[in-house]
């Protein structure tokens, strides 16, 4: 079994960074794909990024690439989402996902290609 926890969410004004960390117990292997994913009340959860636990491939939804970066490391069971130049429109509670399967055979951006899921942290942006 593998648990996921969150850490790093909270409130910043538009225009800052926050960085949210993720980190994974139990049964991991070096081939696991990690992903953030948000989500809004009445809405269903969005993509945001994902990265190969290896390789360091990394792969982003459009409304964030050039401003949130995803890493790594591998060693200690850790994931990083930096978000920078937060928008009102980034506000959110983002989870940590995981999933037992090579980064390249999965539909990295579907929520459901995932398995395992953390219990999400709150990031609010204002305006």
């Known amino acids: 079994q593998v648990q996921l926890e969150e850490s790093g969410g909270g409130l910043v004004q538009a225009g800052g960074s926050l960085r949210l960390a993720c980190v994974a117990s139990?049964?991991?292997?070096?081939?696991?794909?990690m992903g953030w994913f948000r989500q809004t009340p009445g809405k269903e959860r969005e993509f945001v990024a994902a990265i190969g636990w290896t390789a360091g491939k990394q792969f982003y939804a459009d409304s964030v690439k050039g401003r949130f970066i995803i890493s790594r490391d591998s060693a200690n069971n850790w994931v990083y989402l930096q978000m920078n130049n937060l928008k009102p429109e980034d506000t959110a509670v983002y989870y940590c996902?995981?999933?037992?399967?090579?980064?390249?055979?999965?539909?990295?951006?579907?929520?459901?290609?995932?398995?395992?899921w953390g219990q999400g942290t709150q990031v609010t942006v204002s305006s």
């Open positions: 996902a995981g999933e037992s399967r090579p980064f390249g055979s999965m539909q990295v951006e579907r929520a459901n290609e995932y398995r395992y």
């Open positions: 139990g049964r991991i292997y070096n081939w696991y794909a």
